[in-house]
């Protein structure tokens, strides 16, 4: 069932189609049902994608755990005086935060520009189901993800680098 031919209907045919498609978009993005039939969900994937990057940050937070006795170790066999047995000097604390941040900052960029591509491959996957037959609209559609996607990636870098130039300056003994 293709456009109605009269322009007045063909004009309202189309609207209602876009329409269609901007409030699937909106569910997709909020995680509820589509009104298109297709199964898209955004958050399984994201709960996925967050599962495995906890899991990594656990991995590294043991291994961490590790060098951070090692030291301790190190530390109290080497300059131990009168201190509580049990604590490193700062400053050597300090710079193995620093390089445990530095280490993850590239896995943790990668990581969001994998889950910005699969959130853009469910809206182009949203763009075809509910244009079918509509190339033009596809291509439009698709065209608008890809500059969305251009123009915030970036800025979700930026934001994500401050984020970890910030925890690299550890201020306080916590």
Same mark, same amino acid.
């Given at each position: 069932? /293709?456009?109605?031919? %009269?322009?007045? &209907? ?5 609207? %209602?189609?876009?329409?269609?498609? *901007?409030? #699937? ?6 995680? +509820? &049902?589509?009104?298109? /039939? ?5 958050? @399984? ?14 991995? *590294? /937070? ?6 951070? +006795? ?5 530390? $109290?066999?080497?300059?131990? /005086?009168? $201190? ?7 400053? *050597? ?11 993850? +900052? $590239? ?9 910005? #591509? ?9 763009? @075809? @189901? ?15 993800? &890809? ?9 979700? &870098? ?8 910030? +925890? *690299?300056?550890?201020?306080?003994? #916590?």
């Amino acid at each position: 069932s /293709g456009p109605p031919s %009269d322009p007045a &209907e063909r004009l309202a045919f189309l609207i %209602d189609k876009v329409t269609a498609f *901007t409030q #699937d978009a909106i569910s997709l993005a909020a995680g +509820e &049902e589509l009104r298109c /039939g297709d199964h898209l969900n955004v958050f @399984s994937m994201l709960r996925r994608e967050f599962g495995k990057w906890s899991n990594c940050l656990d991995k *590294t /937070g043991h291994n961490f755990n590790i060098k951070i +006795e090692k030291k301790v170790e190190d530390y $109290e066999e080497r300059y131990r /005086g009168r $201190e509580l047995p049990g604590f490193i000097n700062y400053k *050597t604390f300090e710079v193995m935060v620093s390089e445990q941040m530095k280490q993850l +900052e $590239e896995p943790a960029v990668k990581k969001l520009k994998d889950i910005g #591509d699969a959130v853009r491959r469910m809206f182009l996957q949203l763009a @075809s @189901s509910s244009f079918t037959g509509f190339p033009n609209l596809i291509k439009t559609a698709k065209a608008k993800i &890809e500059t969305i996607k251009q123009e915030k990636e970036p800025i979700a &870098e930026s934001m994500l680098r401050t984020q970890f130039k910030m +925890e *690299t300056m550890v201020y306080s003994q #916590d």
